[in-house]
């Protein structure tokens, strides 16, 4: 073989190559795309305010509030808007509490408001969590009976999520459809976790993930997986009610500081203001914030059962 037909070869196997590595470059593009528009959802955000969306969803706090809204059943809603609302909401409420209650109070208000809408994320989040777990059981039999039929994982997802009701049947169609783009099942079902994170779900993510890699009984295992997610559901149900007296006693706890505050105020307009301005005053009113603060952290920290 001469010289020339050499070159003319590697040439030619040289220019193959970037061809392969640029389409698989390109597909890679392509399904990233597909995903992110995917995980943000329909929320239709155009022009500018979606060009801020997507910066602030590449932002660690934008990701945290976009997996908060998605795991509490709002991936429509935009991260950034849904944080600009709540800043102005709560700016809002701390204006108009000034002008009765006084500036530190109004300070004290805007950040409660934050917090306050930051907490019922959490417990929406917290309720679709546990209607998901109370479904796991349910799911894990229906991948069983799949997996019996001899259909692929993918094939037995897309059934399960026709069968169960919400929200299992958004999240297992999610997952399906992030499988069906060319996403691995461990990154679909972590991105799953990572929405609606709770032990159940990891241990059926671990055992799906091992039976791909490694192969194994996979039948017999989600079948046992099914009866002790039965069982912890029982469980979770009976702590849950034995629980709640000492939640409600922590709220309790902070509506009675709250309440003192508003009726000082009325009794003696701006005294909290008068009282933040003297060094004795500063010192009752943050011994009085971190004794209710504490009374409210003890009594949830009582109730709160990991199972």
Do not use: C
């Amino acid at each position: 073989m001469t010289p020339g037909t050499i070159a003319a070869l590697l040439g030619a196997t040289l220019v193959l190559g970037l061809v392969t590595v640029s389409m698989w470059q390109s597909e890679r593009a392509r399904t990233r795309t597909l995903l992110d528009n995917a995980e943000a959802g329909p929320s239709g955000a155009v022009g500018r305010l979606g060009y801020l969306d997507r910066k602030f969803r590449g932002t660690s706090l934008g990701r945290r509030i976009g997996l908060l809204l998605a795991g509490a059943g709002l991936a429509s809603v935009s991260p950034f808007t849904f944080s600009l609302g709540s800043v102005a909401g709560a700016l809002f409420v701390a204006v108009v509490v000034e002008g009765f209650l006084g500036q530190a109070v109004a300070v004290v208000v805007f950040g409660v408001v934050l917090a306050s809408v930051r907490q019922w994320l959490l417990r929406q989040q917290s309720k679709r969590i546990e209607a998901f777990i109370g479904q796991l059981p349910d799911l894990a039999r229906l991948l069983s009976n799949g997996a019996s039929a001899g259909l692929g994982l993918r094939r037995s997802l897309e059934l399960a999520a026709r069968e169960l009701a919400e929200p299992a049947r958004t999240e297992v169609h999610q997952v399906s459809s992030e499988l069906a783009l060319g996403e691995s099942i461990q990154r679909s079902l972590g991105h799953m976790h990572e929405r609606l994170p709770s032990r159940e779900l990891s241990v059926l993510m671990h055992t799906l993930v091992i039976q791909q890699r490694a192969g194994g009984a996979l039948v017999m295992a989600l079948s046992r997986i099914a009866a002790t997610l039965e069982e912890r559901k029982q469980l979770r149900r009976e702590v849950r009610t034995a629980a709640t007296g000492s939640s409600f006693s922590g709220y309790t706890v902070i509506l009675m500081g709250g309440f003192a505050v508003v009726v000082m105020n009325l009794m003696s307009p701006g005294v909290i203001d008068k009282m933040l301005g003297m060094l004795l005053g500063q010192i009752a009113l943050a011994l009085a914030v971190g004794f209710f603060v504490a009374g409210f952290l003890l009594l949830r920290r009582v109730g709160k059962v990991d199972v």
